[in-house]
């Protein structure tokens, strides 16, 4: 069971709703944070070191832009302060930064993960989207062998860790939406978005601007809810917008 029977089916979340941005200074975060204030978003960021982060965006001034201290490693309790009661939704973009520590992924990608979700649920925020990565069940693939999947869990299990993450998010019963990108790409978008169901896709990669905007326009499509959906982009693929593409993917 992933929760989807416990909790009423809503509609999207609508345009000038609040939505709690998670990761909001990494490559990721701040291109979701940018694309949520471009369609009128009102954004509340979370970020480790606010006076850093104001130097990170260009529109830190924005009335529309809520920078708030917060850490998803330190507990439930502290996000779920951060959060708020005026939060719609929640966007994860936290991921760990590469270090010799080989835990960092469990303590952000996996218990992170865990505690921005139960800080949802005791705030009582049922919108949750996630970003995740291709491949995190690699090894019921039969991707044992693939370089990617071979590279990306060398520290810490990455993958296994995230996997584990996306376990407890469908078993939560919040309204969630998990992207899994294929490689992240800094460079602007090249070629049109692929949107596949869960454990479908084992290569590819994808602009980090596609990423926010499959993660941004997942807000407001009701027919995102309570999937998995892996994107990449491609230069043959053809242009679909994000009803469509969404529509097309059947939940397993």
């Known amino acids: 069971m992933d929760g989807r029977s416990e909790i009423r089916e809503e509609e999207g979340v609508s345009v000038g709703k609040k939505v709690f941005v998670a990761g909001a200074t990494g490559a990721t975060g701040k291109r979701i944070v940018e694309q949520l204030l471009a369609k009128g978003f009102r954004v509340k960021a979370g970020v480790r070191d606010i006076q850093k982060a104001k130097t990170v965006f260009t529109s830190s001034n924005n009335s529309s832009l809520q920078f708030v201290k917060a850490d998803v490693t330190e507990g439930s309790d502290k996000l779920a302060e951060v959060i708020g009661d005026d939060s719609d939704a929640v966007i994860c973009a936290a991921g760990f930064r590469p270090s010799w520590d080989l835990l960092a992924p469990w303590k952000v990608d996996n218990f992170g993960t865990v505690n921005l979700v139960e800080a949802c649920r ?33 520290f810490g299990l990455t993958l296994v860790a995230k996997l584990q993450a996306e376990k407890h998010i469908r078993k939560s019963g919040i309204n969630y939406t998990i992207v899994r990108p294929g490689g992240l790409r800094n460079d602007p978008p090249s070629g049109n978005i692929i949107m596949e169901p869960e454990d479908t896709l084992s290569s590819g990669s994808i602009s980090r601007d596609q990423v926010a905007e499959v993660a941004v326009g997942a807000l407001a499509l009701p027919q995102s809810h309570y999937k998995v959906v892996e994107i990449v982009a491609s230069l043959e693929a053809p242009k679909r917008s994000l009803d469509e593409l969404f529509d097309s993917v059947r939940q397993k």
């Not at 069940?137 to 999947?149: I, K, T, W």
Request: glycine share 10%; hydrophobic share 50%; no cysteine.
């Open 122 to 154: 005791k705030r009582g925020v049922n919108r949750f989207i996630h970003i995740s990565s291709i491949l995190v069940n690699g090894a019921a693939m039969g991707q044992l062998l693939n370089p990617a999947y071979i590279f990306l869990n060398l």
